[in-house]
């Protein structure tokens, strides 16, 4: 494995020791590819996966030729908030997973927020 994923893992899990996701406040874990950006809500205590949305998914996909990475960040963010406020959970714990909090993962995360989810 190349080291900065080694690295990225060795953050993500010291992240993970920290903050863990419960029904009332879920957790929020961003995953981010070359490509693609994937965001998902996590409750822990009961290990299910309330909602997720990502740069394939039907509802945030568009015209990929004049869509950067981070407006599809910005998507992503916003489609989730839309998700989960559609459940009516409003307050989160966001799980950066390793990654710095700088472009698309802060893109993803003042979107989220600017559609009404706390965190």
């Given at each position: 494995m190349a080291m900065r994923i080694v690295g990225r893992e060795?953050?993500?899990?010291?992240?993970?020791?920290?903050?863990?996701g419960t029904l009332e406040r879920p957790?929020?874990?961003?995953?981010?590819?070359a490509r693609h950006?994937?965001?998902?809500?996590v409750d822990d205590v009961a290990g299910k996966t309330l909602a997720h949305a990502s740069t394939l998914?039907?509802?945030v996909r568009g015209p990929a030729a004049d869509v950067t990475k981070l407006d599809a960040a910005k998507k992503v963010g916003q489609a989730i908030a839309t998700l989960l406020l559609a459940k009516g959970i409003d307050k989160v714990v966001f799980d950066r997973s390793g990654y710095l909090y700088h472009g698309r993962i802060r893109a993803l995360a003042d979107a989220a927020r600017a559609a009404g989810l706390k965190f």
């Open positions: 060795r953050r993500k899990l010291r992240i993970r020791k920290k903050i863990g957790r929020l874990s961003v995953f981010r590819s950006i994937y965001a998902q809500v998914s039907r509802d």
